[in-house]
């Protein structure tokens, strides 16, 4: 850990503080990412404000309460590890965490560390401005109040920029209208409804049985499919969660060593190293466990290896076919622009036999293109239809979209999305080059997979740098622009030779729903979590000569 959580930490104000200045560190969101963040920078005795859009602390799972959302990754492996008293005293009562038990546990820890006093809620950020002759930033929220720190952390999640589909006429539908990533608190009643889903992405993927059950027809439109897997949840009592408990220090051990943070990990033979029969054996276990395993713990091949993922792809593929009854709905569901595992692989229950209910419609957009929404429903290339609900499952402007929507302007006044045109480059994904004393959580290019190990280590590491500079009087940090192209082209190393890189994706910068969205980029990191915390460590053990600190 960057910083210890059992030291008493406790500090005065940062010596060179402006005369002035609100506070000493500003916090965008106040998801897991910014509530950890608020707790570590008060206890080393900064002066904090943190700015959340919602009403209420989570996130991602404040905004995503649409039916059917829940963890992918398993519960026990996602929380908090830090507080012992925390993991002792929840209970997590699924191995994948629905949506609201989920929210719970954050309110609960918000609770615990007393952190909404610090939290201004529905204080949306709109702009975030640095002063080179103060050398502080000024946030401007959308209702133009104005507050100024000597730094500034981004916490707002590499998925949280909701996106609609660029169609003519969204306006205009006069029934009701839903995006999975802005889900409205009350309870929305599809019984008996004609109802739309558009997109068969990971939010899609777990919306879509769940509407199914109660919905009089469901039309899903879908413009590429996904490979979709068996999710496999099951309860946990009281006992089971006794002995999960007592894994602990077992359980983030094994989440610290593997390479995404999961606790599962790819196995170490080749696809072609087993027979045929082993392999198969391999897979249908694999199939058949709980959670990521058959996409983080398969051959250590099948991801870049053109005939591996071929051979993976076929067998997800038979599965999918015995699965649905329709051979035609069954093949429109089986991808055929991308192998298993190059995108994200949605987990699910029950998804693929939907399609088999009476009351359940696919239509490809690929074949008959959506061309408008119209005030009763929506107009393909073939014909009209009526809906009462329409459901967007639309996706997310993700890595950088929830950065790109507030006008971050650095050193000089520029802006972070023009810094970033055409190309992405940082430093750790922490920090940029012309944007002094910013800090991003969880940004383009640090240490994704099962985020909330990965914010732990991002939060850490920026309260260590904080403390460092605290203790010496240091008021301003920069990266240098020889640390971010040597960190830059590492990662761009790290991404050679992956069959992933060759997709669209939004792991890839792209989307079509976004302007200037449409060319593959280097958006993420590739490489291992653990080579990850070995250079951002050794940037930390060395004193962050990386950094121009003054």
């Known amino acids: 850990m960057a910083v210890s959580q059992k030291a008493d930490m406790e500090r005065g104000p940062m010596p060179d503080a402006a005369p002035g200045l609100d506070y000493d560190v500003?916090?965008?969101?106040?998801?897991?990412?910014?509530?950890?963040?608020?707790?570590?920078?008060?206890?080393?005795?900064?002066?904090?404000?943190?700015?959340?859009?919602?009403?209420?602390?989570g996130?991602?799972?404040?905004?995503?309460?649409?039916?059917?959302a829940r963890f992918d990754s398993e519960s026990w492996s996602y929380g908090y590890s830090f507080d012992q008293e925390l993991l002792d005293e929840w209970d997590w009562t699924e191995h994948f965490s629905p949506q609201p038990v989920t929210e719970r546990y954050l309110n609960r820890f918000a609770d615990k560390f007393d952190l909404r006093r610090d939290i201004a809620f529905q204080a949306r950020v709109a702009a975030a401005h640095y002063d080179d002759a103060g050398r502080f930033w000024t946030l401007t929220l959308e209702d133009g109040s104005r507050h100024t720190a000597r730094f500034l952390v981004t916490a707002v999640g590499p998925l949280s920029a909701p996106t609609y589909p660029r169609l003519p006429g969204l306006g205009d539908f006069k029934g009701e209208a839903w995006h999975t990533g802005l889900w409205p608190k009350h309870t929305v009643d599809f019984t008996g409804k004609r109802v739309a889903v558009i997109g068969t992405g990971a939010s899609a993927v777990q919306a879509i049985p769940e509407i199914a059950k109660t919905a009089g027809h469901l039309t899903v439109f879908q413009r590429r499919p996904n490979w979709c897997t068996p999710l496999h949840n099951a309860p946990i009592d009281r006992a089971e969660m006794a002995e999960i408990r007592s894994r602990y220090p077992q359980i983030f051990e094994r989440c610290r060593e593997t390479a995404a943070c999961f606790v599962h990990t790819a196995d170490q033979r080749g696809t072609f190293e087993v027979s045929e029969e082993e392999r198969e054996a391999f897979w249908e276990k694999r199939y058949a466990e709980p959670g990521f395993g058959i996409w983080q713990g398969n051959f250590r091949d099948v991801l870049i290896d053109r005939a591996a993922n071929a051979l993976l792809s076929d067998f997800v593929a038979r599965k999918i076919r015995q699965r649905v009854t329709d051979p035609a709905v069954a093949d429109k569901l089986i991808p055929k622009d991308h192998g298993f595992g190059t995108r994200r692989v949605p987990q699910e229950t029950g998804y693929?036999?939907?399609?088999?209910?009476?009351?359940?419609?696919?239509?490809?957009?690929l074949d008959t293109p959506i061309q408008r929404i119209t005030a009763?429903?929506?107009?393909?290339?073939?014909?009209?239809f009526?809906?009462?609900?329409?459901?967007?499952?639309?996706?997310?402007?993700?890595?950088?979209?929830?950065?790109?929507?507030i006008d971050i302007?650095?050193?000089?006044?520029?802006?972070?999305?023009?810094?970033?045109?055409?190309?992405?480059?940082?430093?750790?994904?922490m920090l940029v080059d012309g944007f002094p004393n910013l800090f991003m959580v969880m940004g383009p290019h640090t240490a994704l997979g099962n985020i909330p190990r990965s914010i732990e280590y991002n939060v850490e590491w920026i309260a260590g740098l904080l403390d460092h500079m605290t203790g010496r009087g240091l008021s301003v940090a920069e990266p240098r622009p020889q640390a971010v192209a040597e960190w830059t082209a590492f990662v761009k190393k790290k991404g050679e030779g992956l069959l992933s890189n060759e997709v669209d994706s939004w792991m890839t910068g792209v989307n079509s729903n976004v302007d200037g969205k449409q060319v593959r980029i280097i958006a993420r990191y590739s490489g291992t979590a653990p080579e990850y915390r070995q250079w951002c460590d050794a940037v930390a053990q060395g004193g962050y000569r990386e950094l121009d600190l003054a």
């Not at 990412?33 to 602390?57: D, I, P, W």
């Not at 302007?409 to 994904?429: F, I, V």
């Open 26 to 57: 500003l916090i965008i969101g106040a998801g897991i990412s910014g509530m950890y963040q608020l707790h570590l920078l008060r206890r080393l005795g900064l002066k904090v404000r943190v700015f959340e859009a919602g009403t209420g602390v």
């Open 59 to 68: 996130g991602t799972w404040y905004w995503n309460r649409y039916p059917g």
């Open 352 to 365: 693929y036999e939907t399609f088999n209910r009476p009351n359940v419609e696919l239509v490809s957009i």
């Open 376 to 384: 009763t429903g929506l107009e393909t290339s073939t014909g009209a």
């Open 386 to 405: 009526d809906f009462d609900m329409i459901v967007y499952a639309t996706g997310f402007d993700a890595i950088t979209g929830s950065l790109d929507r």
């Open 409 to 429: 302007r650095g050193a000089g006044g520029r802006a972070l999305k023009d810094r970033w045109k055409g190309d992405l480059s940082t430093c750790l994904g």
